[in-house]
């Protein structure tokens, strides 16, 4: 039933194909219907009522992010008195039971409940007040908050936990009581949740959000005695303009840059050149498994998210994951190793920040083993979210700033490094050195296009000099699970995996701006992000890590040869087996 | 009202570990049979404590939390055990207006629990309960299967101690 029907919406004559929703139907005529609850191809509930349309023949109102069009001359009418005494109806009752601390509330400003309220000139926030239930926050993750005083009950977080195939949250209790929760009340610290926030970036108001710690790292620029020193991710450069109303996919990294350096910082640096001495690390572990029958498929092991995921759910298959330490922390460990011992500085004086697109660096940086000097290797991660906001609290006008470059030797990255942020970016940046390590020759072409792009799962086989490399990616939990299952049961004959934690890697970060759902159900956010982050590869003069200036120095100064000593020393580390639920 | 979670350790026999693990295996892999379980595992228990709904998820292969979540929506599923003597005060329309409120907040102060709780000794449970059909009685309580009525909160500790 492909076939097109003629409709009236508001009047106004259309086309569409059979089964399109009223939602997209009168996105396309230009008209926006307004959701709460609704999250394409993950909540799709037509519970929250407020996206109501009134149907011609329809015996009450209809909800339109849901409601198929299956009829030819379907009249649909959004813009009634009916349709609005109902949505600000909708609205009231909502209010009567939510924390309506909107001056203090992270997410005034971009709380979509907030917007709602505006739009609908709602007059008395407290017409309906009544008995409103109180909850104690959960402050009990290592990486995030839920405040249920200000949760809607939209189960936006429910689904985008359910949809990560972790489903650690859920609806409890009913009527009145009804909550978002864990099972049997379990702080969500007790829980096997892996930290992705893919919870707070679909959250439409401010229930749920990243632990702060943005008045630390301002306190750590402000204390003379202490030097403080910055790294980006590579996601970010893709997605911080979004903080300032600049269009998704908008590449930034000049001015991230200077904005780091008029923060305060006294080191600027980019993570990039993390995820250089990762790849170098990680493909000659890979090249050292493969020819001294190691462990495989050997798995990247970047994704703190992805990392804690494992040791939750495939305790039985850690030694499948690559020793090395996430980009983070290996920059971490440079900065207050090298870099200390290179500008004659105590370690123990470095407060070493990161800038990440993820909420589960906040919960890496406390694991065991991830202090190589003597003291944590990153003391503060800020998200995405955070950066941008004490760039606002700073009174810096981003858009403005000119662009300029991080410090070196830990500033030029390669492009390798930067599709870090995309899923099957890790895969592609090794297989660029992994296989001019193998074969000795240089690659003619440094695209490998078989692991781009937003599919869950994906597969590519290379011949490297004779030698079959057969490769995996996964991006999200729900296919990591996918490729986990066959690892447990032995049928992955690959020789390499990549999973990253959350769907379509990094740039969907747990950490990164949250976008309306006017936004994501209409627009390929992660798509839109990946591009900037392979644009910005192709301009790079070096596209390989081995090829990195600063990797090489670093190597001849420091570190010696990749795998050395002093390089497991600094730059791998353990995994633990965890417990599903602690009681 | 949110459920009482109850803190006793639990407890099963070798029998109840088996009838369980029987329903389980013959509806594992039908998600729709979900609270078909849980309803057979309350009639084992009396209750579905957490080792129960944990193996009810495991072995159904659901989110322990879509357990937790399904049996605190529903009022038939308990969170505690009943006790030896299973208290129930009534709080429907004609006991209420004779006082039955006070009754069963003298019972909560002698027992040292609140409604739908058990005693850490597993002797007395406690649950609010509508109408019994015994409206002429007013205010009515029963332990089990015996009945008192016209009852006031001066008689708690008398009858209490019969089961002592």
Redesign the interface.
Known sequence: MDNMLNIKINNIPCTVPYGTTILEAARSIGIEVPTLCFLKDMNEIGACRFCVAEVKGARSLVAACVYPIEREGTEIFLNTEKIRASRKKTLELILSTHERKCLSCIRSGSCELQKLCHEYGIEDEGVFDGFKPHYELDTSAAHMVRDNNKCILCRRCVAACKNQD?????????GI?TNIG????LPLGNTSCVSCGQCIVACPTGALYEKDCTRDVFAAIADPSKYVVVQAAPSIRATLGECFDMAPGTDVTGKLFAALRRLGFDKVYDTNFGADLTIMEEANELVDRVKNGGVLPMITSCSPGWIKYCEHYYPDQLAHLSSCKSPQQMQGAIIKTYIAEKNGIDPKNIVSVSVMPCTAKKFEIGRDDQNASGYADVDYVLTTRELGRMIKTAGIRFTELPDENPDAPLGQGTGAAVIFGATGGVMEAALRTAAEVITGKELENVEFTDVRGMAGVKEASYDLAGLTVKVAVASGTKNAKILMDKVRAGTADYTFIEIMCCPGGCINGGGQPTQPASVRNFTDLKALRAAALYENDKSRPHRKSHESEDIKQVYAEFLGEPNSHKAHELLHTTYVARP??K? | ???K?SQIPFSDTPEQAKKLDAIIAECAGDESQLMHVMQVAQDIYGYLP?EV??KIADGMNV???????VA??YAQFALSPKGKYAISVCLGTACYVKGSQGVLDELCTQLGIGAEECTADGKFSLSACRCIGACGLAPVMTVNDDVYGKISASDVKGILAKYA
Not at chain 1, 166 to 174: D, L
Not at chain 1, 182 to 185: F, P, Q, R, S, V
Not at chain 2, 63 to 69: A, F, H, I, N, R
Request: proline residues 3%; positive net charge.
């Open positions: 972790i489903s650690v949250i859920g609806a409890n209790a009913r009581d864990c099972a049997y009340e599903m639920f009681k | 009202m949110l459920k979670i957490f709904q944990k989110p322990l939390e879509k357990v937790y979540g605190t929506f």
